[in-house]
Nanobody
Framework: QVQLVESGGGLVQAGASLRLSCAASGLTFSNYNMGWFRQAPGKEREFVAGVTRSGGNIDYADSVKGRFSISRDNAKNTVYLQMNSLKPDDTAVYYC????????????????????WGQGTQVTVSS
């Protein structure tokens, strides 16, 4: 079965960096567009960043542009999220997700458009 397994979360101070990884199995990884979402307590799950299957197109939420960077390694079936200059507002559970959908303009922003999800990894940023 399909598995997406996130790792790399933790507790850091504001201004620090973290690199999240998401290892995929049970699917043809290079066929899927990949996204990172996050969900803070009491809030909706929101799109953070996404990358198309070839890596040729990338989208970011405005709140993370210039600080976060998404990348993928199709040979390793893994997608990454490099998070720099972390802020307390970045505190959330971070999820990776996979989708076959892509409009050709922008990656899907809604969680409902993603087919597979990981279990999430907690990122906590202290002030």
């Amino acid at each position: 079965q399909v598995q997406l397994v996130e790792s790399g979360g933790g507790l850091v101070q504001a201004g620090a960096s973290l690199r999240l990884s998401c290892a995929a199995s049970g699917l043809t990884f290079s066929n899927y567009n990949m996204g990172w979402f996050r969900q803070a307590p009491g809030k909706e799950r929101e799109f953070v960043a996404g990358v198309t299957r070839s890596g040729g197109n990338i989208d970011y939420a405005d709140s993370v542009k210039g600080r976060f960077s998404i990348s993928r390694d199709n040979a390793k079936n893994t997608v990454y999220l490099q998070m720099n200059s972390l802020k307390p507002d970045d505190t959330a559970v971070y999820y990776c997700a996979a989708t076959l959908r892509y409009s050709g303009v922008r990656l899907p922003l809604s969680r409902n458009e993603y087919d597979y999800w990981g279990q999430g990894t907690q990122v906590t940023v202290s002030s």
